[in-house]
Nanobody, 124 residues
Framework: QVQLVESGGGLVQAGVSLRLSCAAS????????IGWFRQAPGKEREFVAR????????AYADSVKGRFTISRDNGKNAVYLQMNSLKFEDTGVYYC?????????????????WGQGTQVTVSS
């Protein structure tokens, strides 16, 4: 089993950067793919980015491609989401999730464990 805790959210102005962290506890962290999802008020949870267990495969939603970067440090049991050039539409609660599938997928039902989320609010 994996437990996940997100951090790094906050209230920022458009155009700045934030770095979210996802700290994991549990065994065999490197065997889990990790995904970031977000949910804005009144909207469905949407895929943001994912990274394979080894870190060799990444994928991004079109809306964040070129602005966000996902990375992981398996020695620290952590995954990061570097978010640059933030926009108002990036506002939402950001969740990290772990999938037993070491490659990962772009849909939330593929993930087995979820964190509690961290709020990101971007003012325009």
């Amino acid at each position: 089993q994996v437990q996940l805790v997100e951090s790094g959210g906050g209230l920022v102005q458009a155009g700045v950067s934030l770095r979210l962290s996802c700290a994991a506890s549990g065994r065999s962290f490197s065997t889990y793919a990790i995904g970031w999802f977000r949910q804005a008020p009144g909207k469905e949870r949407e895929f943001v980015a994912r990274i394979s267990g080894s870190g060799g495969i990444t994928a991004y939603a079109d809306s964040v491609k070129g602005r966000f970067t996902i990375s992981r440090d398996n020695g620290k049991n952590a995954v990061y989401l570097q978010m640059n050039s933030l926009k108002f539409e990036d506002t939402g609660v950001y969740y990290c999730a772990a999938a037993r599938d070491s490659i990962g997928r772009n849909y939330y039902s593929a993930y087995n464990y979820w964190g509690q989320g961290t709020q990101v609010t971007v003012s325009s």
